[in-house]
């Protein structure tokens, strides 16, 4: 059996205020201190037990490198949540370790913690995430894995992480990932972040991979910025909705006609691949107005694959706002790693003459800010293969967008106003490029199991 020890030189863990760090520990049986943690949380909340989902709290668990301290990686992210103007809506708890590793011991306990913090504090447990520096990007990661029913996603920065269980559809079935290094951090960490996106990436898993020219290790404000906008957006996948999250959802179940904007605030709120699978008929629906609200709403919310391949219909709608509208919620998806968001805004941009020259020239720039943070390492190579292609477009605009996009990953005589017969050269340059990139990519294979 195990006990909660809260020891802080100000007020009591109550539904009504907290001073930031507060510090306790898990004990055992005996009252030995088996787990440290620190915890922020806001001034005014719900009570614990809140089932009200537009009551309820996001959970961030904090994990600090090895010979660190308990609250060393809660900076970064509630900086983050700060300038995202999220801090309101989470809990954030700094879990320490003593040994090198997290231990066995320390995933057993850290479960314990995480029925704690949903007894104290009005906690969705849809909304429960990890964040971790060096070995605690392992604990952050592999923690994850181990438990989808507990963590909808998980980030890791300057290490990589072994363990790396199979599944039958990883995307529907296991949370997201978010793995980050600095190339100026310690020497030995690059190698072995690559080595770790090189033997995660064919298990399949929902991975987003950035490197950055910095020192990091975790305190990167545009990484992070990405990250925790991320993060925000998501939800267990595996978890039913609660009886108040399907209340919630129930008008979106009705006439669309009598839709509004509460009602996709809801979605938005209530998210997952379990609200995407509501919300993905209205993308169709008759009413301009009600597919507008209900494509924006993918825009605040990880809908999930199955929606938004349904979503990228939308390109094609009569309306040219819906068609914008839609192109915006497929750009930010396609930053998140949707394949679907990614293939739809591929296919926009390179797909000449059926699509309007306006909206493909809103593509290239949808491209432009989901792969901004890509300029090391260009994982969606699927998105540079669409420009390369826009680069020999009849169209001069889409020819000029698709190039600025692409003008700082190499040196290039490319000049979008010449002709056909004069951009030859140059596009086979380009296209050599982009075959060397999807080679890097294509040449990640498995590697033997994990650990």
Excluded at 9 to 36: H, M, N, R, W, Y
Excluded at 38 to 44: I, L, N, R
Excluded at 339 to 352: I, K, N, P, T, W
């Amino acid at each position: 059996m195990l006990r909660i020890c809260i020891a802080c030189a100000c007020v009591l863990l109550t539904a009504t205020a907290l001073c930031a760090f507060d510090e306790g520990d898990i004990k055992d049986a005996s009252g030995k201190p088996v787990l440290a943690y620190a915890v922020s949380a806001p001034k005014e909340m719900a009570p614990a037990g809140t089932t009200d989902p537009a009551k309820q709290l996001g959970l961030i668990l904090c994990y600090h490198e090895h010979n660190g301290k308990v609250s060393d990686e809660m900076p970064p992210v509630l900086e983050a949540l700060d300038r995202l103007k999220a801090r309101d809506g989470f809990v954030v708890i700094g879990v320490h370790h003593v040994d090198h590793i997290y231990t066995k011991e320390d995933h057993a306990h850290t479960v314990e913690l995480i029925a704690w913090a949903k007894k104290t504090f009005p906690i969705n447990p849809r909304r429960v995430y990890n964040f971790g520096k060096g070995e605690g990007s392992t604990m952050s990661i592999e923690f994850a894995l181990e438990h989808p029913d507990l963590i909808a996603c998980a980030i890791g920065y300057s290490w990589g992480f072994r363990f790396m269980p199979d599944s039958k559809d990883p995307e529907d079935e296991l949370p997201g990932l978010y793995l980050a290094i600095g190339l100026k951090d310690t020497p030995t960490h690059p190698p072995m972040v690559r080595d770790t996106y090189a033997k995660a990436k064919p298990h399949g898993y929902h991975l987003l991979y950035r490197e950055f020219d910095a020192v990091g290790p975790s305190r990167h404000q545009p990484t992070n910025d990405e990250a925790i906008t991320w993060l925000i957006a998501s939800r267990n996948k595996i978890l039913p909705l609660s009886p108040k999250e399907a209340a919630a959802l129930k008008p979106l179940s009705g006439p669309a006609t009598g839709l509004n904007e509460a009602a996709f605030d809801a979605a938005i709120l209530v998210g997952g691949p379990q609200t995407g699978a509501v919300v993905a008929p209205l993308f169709t629906a008759r009413a301009d107005a009600v597919r507008l609200l209900a494509i924006g709403s993918a825009e605040h919310a990880e809908y999930g694959e199955a929606a938004l391949a349904q979503l990228a219909k939308a390109v094609n709608d009569k309306s040219a706002a819906v068609r914008k509208e839609a192109i915006a919620a497929l750009g930010l998806n396609a930053e998140w790693g949707s394949h679907a968001s990614q293939e739809a805004l591929a296919e926009l941009v390179a797909g000449g003459k059926r699509f309007e020259t306006e909206d493909r020239v809103l593509g290239i720039e949808a491209i432009a800010k989901a792969v901004a943070l890509q300029t090391i390492h260009q994982q969606d190579v699927i998105l540079y293969a669409g420009l390369v292609k826009a680069l020999d477009d009849e169209q001069a605009n889409v020819r000029t967008a698709a190039f600025a996009v692409l003008q700082p990953y190499q040196s290039s005589d490319y000049k979008p106003e010449t002709d056909k017969a004069g951009r030859k050269a140059s596009l086979a340059a380009w296209q050599t490029w982009l075959d060397g990139i999807v080679a890097k990519e294509s040449a990640v294979k498995p590697q033997g199991p994990g650990r």
